[in-house]
């Protein structure tokens, strides 16, 4: 069974490799130290049966994040007040082995309820993310991601379109 937990030191991050150097090394060493500083949190997709070192099939972290209700499409902004709080999916990625097995949809299901959680507790407008390349942006719009007018490579995807997907999910 594949499970979602906090980047924690049994999980083997010398032996993750996404493709992408960037992320590997925020994965590697950058991470660990941000979730301990509240920085960011880190959560890692595991099988719960593998031994320890624990091999990370994917990550993604999540931090708070403020923004400017004028940088949203026109539609999203309305109502808003100039300010307000929303959380940035700063990192999401596969490990190159177990790509194109439906595991990066996983990623941006758990962090979606993720946000749900947080919504929870302190609200937020919905999830934010700088998609790397062109690519990564197709990859983040199949999940209802939509495009920032004045950021071609940042999106969101509002709250209710989070809480539909995870209310289908459950
Ligand atoms: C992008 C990435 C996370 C996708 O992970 P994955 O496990 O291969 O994706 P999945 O198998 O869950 O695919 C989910 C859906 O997205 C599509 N998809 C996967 N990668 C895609 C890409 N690069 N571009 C467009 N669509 C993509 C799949 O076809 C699938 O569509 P379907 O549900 O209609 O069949 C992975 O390739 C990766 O880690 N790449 C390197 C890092 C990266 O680019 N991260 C993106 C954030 S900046």
């Known amino acids: ?6 980047l924690a030191r ?3 991050r010398d032996g993750f490799d996404c493709g992408s150097e960037p992320l590997n ?16 949190r880190t959560f890692v997709l ?6 320890q070192p ?14 400017k209700s004028e940088t949203l499409p026109a539609a999203e902004a309305k109502r808003l007040p ?10 999401l990625a596969v490990d190159l082995e177990n790509q194109g097995q439906g595991l990066g949809k996983m990623l941006v299901m758990g962090a ?20 790397k390349d062109a ?5 983040y719009e199949k999940f209802g991601f939509i495009a920032i007018p004045a950021n071609e490579l940042e999106l969101f995807l509002p709250v209710k379109t989070i809480e539909d997907a995870v209310s289908e999910s459950a």
């Open 25 to 40: 090394l925020f994965f590697k060493q950058t991470a660990r130290q941000h979730a301990e500083r509240g920085i960011s």
């Open 54 to 67: 624990i091999p990370v099939l994917g990550f993604f972290s999540l931090n708070l994040c403020q923004i």
């Open 82 to 91: 100039r300010d307000v709080g929303a959380v940035r999916l700063g990192r």
């Open 10 to 12: 049994s999980h083997n």
């Open 46 to 51: 595991v099988d719960e049966e593998s031994p």
């Open 112 to 131: 979606m309820q993720k946000f749900m959680e947080i919504f929870r507790t302190a609200g937020g407008i919905g999830l934010f993310v700088d998609a």
């Open 135 to 139: 690519k990564a942006k197709q990859f």
């Open 1 to 6: 069974m594949l499970k979602l937990e906090p």
